[in-house]
């Protein structure tokens, strides 16, 4: 089993905001610190706050933050939200299932069991957990971007010629 991407950069960015609570983090920044697109960020962030996780401001001075405390936020919910309510499977969809063997097959079951069991592990973790080792993380991420990491990448290759 695999998941998205962008429940990978869900979880990313919420370990970022619990690293430094007191202040406002950009997209620009957090894009910077883990190399990932700011597009992609974009849409985790508003995903994140429409579910009440994270809070917005906008404007000048503007940026995110966590809206509630590290310990109150369960991985597991947050995994959920990101992935999605879709059907797991195929056969789990009652709109798009054209899987034959549907009325007689066990694969549902057993799937649906391993999906449940990863979700209650993953609920017996909170965002806490996952910086628990806050200075090494903040040493790995929270650092000043370099000039040329805060432009966009058209930018930088046409400075390096």
Do not use: W
């Amino acid at each position: 089993m695999r998941l998205t991407s962008f429940s990978d950069y869900t979880l990313r960015v919420l370990m970022y905001l619990a690293l430094e609570r007191d202040r406002l983090a950009t997209i620009p920044e957090i894009a910077a610190a883990y190399g990932v697109s700011r597009n992609h960020l974009m849409k985790v962030v508003h995903q994140l706050g429409q579910a009440g996780v994270i809070e917005t401001v906008r404007g000048k001075g503007g940026g995110i933050r966590l809206a509630r405390e590290p310990g109150a936020i369960r991985i597991g919910a947050i995994v959920r939200v990101a992935e999605g309510a879709g059907p797991i499977v195929e056969c789990l969809s009652q709109d798009a299932n054209t899987c034959p063997i549907t009325p007689v097959c066990r694969l549902t079951r057993v799937l649906v069991e391993g999906f449940d069991a990863l979700y209650d592990h993953l609920d017996r973790y909170t965002l806490a957990d996952l910086v628990g080792n806050r200075r090494a993380l903040a040493a790995v991420l929270v650092s000043a971007p370099t000039p040329a990491a805060t432009r966009p990448p058209a930018a930088r290759a046409t400075a390096r010629r």
